[in-house]
């Protein structure tokens, strides 16, 4: 069947090529006059701007100097990456790291025969191995630049017209930047809470929780999604004792219950404390930090105190100072801006990417709409399916998933079959004492067709690809069980699994 899915899938590539009709292209205003003007060279007008340099801004500038357009990037940081690499995905993967081998070191390495007489967390040496992998990083982004020739403007952007870009330069000065096409690729803030101030010391967004310059004694985090449950790992792991108040009645409520249930089981293992259905009223900082609580649905209400409290609540859109309400772009109540499927907004020439527009909030689902934005700009075709990109909580384990949970394919009526296989079963997890989690997978009861996948395991994000990659190509359970898989990995699980949705496993 993997062969046939394989065929499918290039016809449908094929008919995608062959469908750009005439009217399609008056539809979204590329002529090919528009393409040909968009590759004039010797003019200060550029044929992209990119506002913001973030994974959806600096991917989108760079693919367009590829696609031989003239391009310039415009980042009002400083420093390439946005928030994923400067204080987001790249910092707290860091810390991640680095917290969980001293905790392997502390609570592990005994068991495997590895003594030592003592071990103790330096903590500043561990900000400066995070500090040291994001400026290589950032420096990295702009060297891409230089070779790609992408221009490399460093201020605040915002719209004048739909085809020019004040520019205040963060040497004081003022520039305006010319493009036919603009990319708004701005990306998010931290959400604020009513009546909760943060300063980044005491109450503190996801950027204060990755520069702390002491481990706090008690960690308050508001809100059991993934970046809340990231970083009260890290400093769990250190030695806080950290206490998740959720207003829902569930963490990470986009998760398959059933593996949300069991990663729940895994972090209260973990010393991990859940305070969920819970309001926070108020919070007061005169001594200390005390968090005022009760239930979501009313009730008596209780003190909570502690040492920093982690405001983790989600993300909004940045598009505030964008001038977009002056040149006419259409916005949602959550001020997302409107687009279509090639990411124009209702303004001619404009264009919005990633965390600015509806969709999963990832800086990978980011890099993806640069690509196919550029590509559309350029006469191409580009393509994101916002129901194959996969998402993954960088906790230990790590939770990572694609498609469909069981409830959504319940609440679509959908017919489907579900297999199971637990790491405690795999050889390579138990080889290496680290067994815990387990593999599930949906598929369609009819033709197999893999409907989602869901891993709770130690690198369950790189595990995911595989299953990724068979949704992508509408592989089907039996796709995967008969492929072989390297004898032991961890990987064996998935195939194992799939065998149990289609048949029956082996090894249980």
């Not at 046939?4 to 005439?22: G, M």
């Not at 390439?80 to 400067?86: E, K, M, P, S, V």
């Not at 036919?180 to 950027?207: C, M, Q, W, Y």
Request: glycine fraction near 10%.
């Amino acid at each position: 069947m993997a062969l046939a899915s394989l065929a499918r899938r290039k016809a449908y590539l094929l008919s995608r090529n062959l469908s750009n009709s005439p009217a399609d292209a008056l539809k979204y205003s590329f002529s090919l006059s528009n393409f040909s003007r968009s590759f004039a060279s010797g003019s200060e007008e550029n044929d992209v701007v990119v506002i913001g340099g973030g994974p959806g801004g600096y991917v989108a500038a760079i693919k367009a100097a590829q696609l031989g357009l003239k391009t310039t990037c415009i980042e009002k940081r400083g420093t390439l990456g946005g928030t994923c690499l400067n204080v987001g995905c790249i910092p707290s993967k860091a810390l991640l790291h680095s917290s969980h081998m001293y905790h392997e070191a502390k609570h592990s390495f005994a068991n495997h025969g590895v003594k030592l007489s003592s071990v103790e967390v330096d903590l500043p040496a561990m900000m400066a191995q995070k500090d040291k992998a994001v400026s290589n990083l950032t420096r990295g982004i702009e060297g891409l630049f230089k070779k790609n020739k992408v221009n490399y403007v460093k201020g605040y952007g915002k719209f004048i017209s739909p085809s020019e870009v004040s520019v205040d330069t963060l040497e004081g000065g003022n520039t305006v930047v010319k493009g036919k096409n603009i990319i708004v690729a701005t990306g998010s803030d931290v959400k604020s809470l009513p009546g909760i101030t943060i300063d980044e010391k005491r109450i503190v967004s996801s950027t204060g929780a990755l520069a702390l310059s002491e481990i706090p004694k008690k960690l308050i985090v508001i809100g059991a999604g993934y970046i809340g449950l990231e970083m009260g790992s890290v400093w769990g792991r250190l030695g806080s004792e950290v206490t998740v108040v959720e207003f829902a009645p569930d963490i990470v409520p986009t998760m398959d219950a059933e593996i949300r249930k069991q990663f729940q089981r895994s972090l209260e293992k973990q010393k991990m404390k859940f305070m969920l259905k819970t309001k926070v009223v108020s919070v007061d900082t005169e001594n200390g930090v005390k968090l005022t609580v009760e239930p979501s649905a009313g009730g008596d209400q209780t003190t909570l105190e502690a040492d920093v409290v982690l405001v983790s609540a989600g993300r909004t859109p940045f598009t505030s100072g964008l001038g977009l309400d002056k040149i006419g772009v259409e916005t949602d109540k959550a001020g997302r801006i409107l687009v279509n499927d090639r990411f124009a907004t209702n303004v001619a020439g404009v264009y919005a990417i990633g965390d600015v527009i509806p969709g999963p909030m990832l800086a990978h689902k980011a890099e993806e709409d640069g690509v196919a934005c550029v590509e559309f700009i350029a006469g191409k075709h580009g393509h994101v399916d916002y129901d194959k990109v996969p998402g993954v909580v960088y906790t230990h384990p790590e939770v990572a998933s694609v498609g469909k949970t069981e409830e959504q394919a319940k609440a679509l009526g959908l017919g489907y079959r579900v297999g199971k296989f637990p790491f405690m079963a795999n050889s390579r997890a138990k080889a290496i004492d680290n067994a815990e989690g387990i593999v599930k997978i949906l598929a369609d009861k009819e033709t197999d067709k893999i409907l989602g996948v869901h891993i709770m395991a130690p690198n369950a994000g790189e595990l995911i690809h595989e299953a990724v990659l068979a949704i992508n190509y509408e592989a089907s359970s039996e796709d995967i069980a008969r492929v072989c898989h390297a004898h032991p990995t961890m990987s064996e699980a998935l195939k194992e699994a799939a065998m149990a949705t289609y048949d029956k496993p082996i090894h249980i």
